[in-house]
């Protein structure tokens, strides 16, 4: 069983700044891709950054030179660094994993998890 578990999130006013993190935890051989998603009320969840294992990032237009997206790949960890922060970057945010994890008789599987999620909300 994996688990991913986020922090950080809570109430800032625009132009201010937040970092979440996500840590991922259980049997896990490896990880992939790792991401952050939001969705805000009425609205559909969306991709807001990924970074591969490698390091290589991609961002909403929306965010790009706002958020930075980081991993430690010792603590199985993704941290969001999110600056300049606006009213419309008010969502639920989560976390976003591809591991490979291994069953209790040895067989590995590839699986897509997900974070409960953190609020984030921006008061103007």
């Known amino acids: 069983q994996v688990q991913l578990v986020e922090s950080g999130g809570g109430l800032v006013q625009a132009g201010g700044s937040l970092r979440l993190s996500c840590a991922a935890s259980g049997s896990i051989f490896s990880i992939n891709a790792m991401g952050w998603y939001r969705q805000a009320p009425g609205k559909q969840r969306e991709l807001v950054a990924a970074i591969t294992s490698g390091g290589s990032t991609n961002y909403a237009d929306s965010v790009k030179g706002r958020f930075t997206i980081s991993r430690d790949n010792a603590k199985n960890t993704v941290y969001l660094q999110m600056n300049s922060l606006k009213p419309e970057d008010t969502a639920v945010y989560y976390c976003?994993?591809?591991?490979?994890?291994?069953?209790?008789?040895?067989?590995?599987?590839?699986?897509?998890?997900w974070g409960k999620g953190t609020l984030v909300t921006v008061s103007s």
């Open positions: 976003n994993a591809a591991v490979v994890a291994v069953k209790e008789d040895g067989v590995y599987y590839g699986m897509d998890y």
